[in-house]
Nanobody, 116 residues
Framework: VQLQASGGGLVQPGGSLRLSCVATRAITSTFNPNVMAWYRQTPGKQRELVASITKDGVPNYADSVKGRFTISRNNGRKMIYLQMSNVKTDDTAVYYC????????WGKGTQVTVSS
């Protein structure tokens, strides 16, 4: 399975951005059962879990993004999304998607830069 994240870019503080991730070379029976997640990483720091979502759509969020980010998924399309709202400079990072245990190959991620 390969994971392709997209949708990053430059956004001003307080703005919004929507990230997408598609699991290519995966069949739905492989994708659907997994708890999927978004992670982020900044230079010199460990990758951190941002949000996760169960196969049935139950989300969970890191405290730092709770109330601002929304994770969702489309099992038929093998995709997950991250709606980012009211972004802060601390949200600047490369964002990745993967299973909750990081068992698939990490893709290149997508860069999100929050700056005025």
């Amino acid at each position: 399975v390969q994971l392709q994240a997209s949708g990053g870019g430059l956004v001003q503080p307080g703005g919004s951005l929507r990230l997408s991730c598609v699991a290519t070379r995966a069949i739905t029976s492989t994708f659907n059962p997994n708890v999927m997640a978004w992670y982020r990483q900044t230079p010199g720091k460990q990758r951190e879990l941002v949000a996760s979502i169960t196969k049935d759509g139950v989300p969970n969020y890191a405290d730092s993004v709770k109330g601002r980010f929304t994770i969702s998924r489309n099992n038929g399309r093998k995709m997950i999304y991250l709606q980012m709202s009211n972004v802060k400079t601390d949200d600047t990072a490369v964002y990745y998607c993967n299973t909750i245990d990081g068992s698939w190959s990490w893709g290149k991620g997508t860069q999100v830069t929050v700056s005025s």
